[in-house]
């Protein structure tokens, strides 16, 4: 969808957490990647990442708030924040992508959907009490465009992108974490939080998801 990136453009991954995400945008684009996470550790590992890819020349670690980034504003050929917004709220975060954003310039962001129109009560308390802000796509749609950004296109993650990359490995680390952790109380009550998102995914995943979104900043 962003047939006009430049062919080495300047790109920043907001809220870039711990994987391997800002290498993959360095390798993808060709461009220069600046990895921003309020986590010190994460930024610390998203370098590490780049080097072991032979990458570390084109990634910048910034440990900072994405709600004062301190770059100077439309210095971004791309802004890329990928389930990371909801941690500002999802139009506070959109005003922040716009801010950076080179005139032309694409932000590509995710959040979290319903993809039904009457979640069942189970899973919608649930998410109310996780992250009350959930929306359906069109509302998410609506306040894309009400930030002042043209929308490219938007796709539904699929749900292996949720059960093979996210849930499957969360699972089998908790399993040691059991034993590890049997006799620790605050230990057990994270597993028991990933053990009931979990299984109210496996009940509940397809009425919600992750919406992908990709924009632009108008040029003018």
């Given at each position: 969808m962003m047939t006009d990136l430049p062919a080495q453009p300047r790109v920043l991954d907001l809220g870039c957490g711990p994987g391997g995400g800002s290498a993959n945008l360095a390798d993808l684009t060709g461009g220069h990647v600046t990895a921003l996470d309020l986590h010190a550790p994460f930024v610390m590992q998203q370098a590490a990442a780049a080097r072991a890819v032979g990458l570390s020349r084109r990634l910048d670690p910034v440990c900072a708030?994405?709600?004062?980034?301190?770059?100077?504003?439309?210095?971004?050929?791309?802004?890329?924040?990928?389930?990371a917004l909801y941690s500002v709220g999802f139009a506070e975060g959109l005003k922040v992508c716009l801010r950076l954003a080179t005139p032309g310039g694409y932000v590509a962001v995710s959040e979290a959907v319903?993809?039904?129109?009457?979640?069942?009560?189970?899973?919608?308390?649930?998410?109310?009490a996780q992250y009350a802000d959930i929306a359906s796509i069109d509302e998410k749609t609506a306040i894309v465009s009400?930030?002042?950004?043209?929308?490219?296109?938007?796709?539904?993650l699929p749900r292996e992108a949720w059960w093979d990359h996210l849930y499957v490995p969360i699972r089998e680390r908790l399993d040691a974490f059991r034993h590890a952790w049997a006799g620790d109380p605050i230990g057990l009550d994270v597993i028991a939080e990933f053990d009931s998102e979990i299984g109210m995914f496996e009940r509940w995943?397809?009425?919600?998801?992750?919406?992908?979104?990709?924009?632009?900043?108008?040029?003018?």
């Open positions: 708030d994405m709600r004062a980034a301190p770059f100077t504003p439309a210095s971004f050929d791309l802004v890329w924040s990928e389930g319903w993809e039904v129109t009457h979640p069942p009560d189970e899973v919608h308390r649930w998410w109310t009400a930030a002042g950004l043209d929308i490219v296109g938007h796709f539904t995943g397809h009425t919600y998801g992750y919406e992908f979104f990709v924009a632009r900043r108008p040029p003018r």
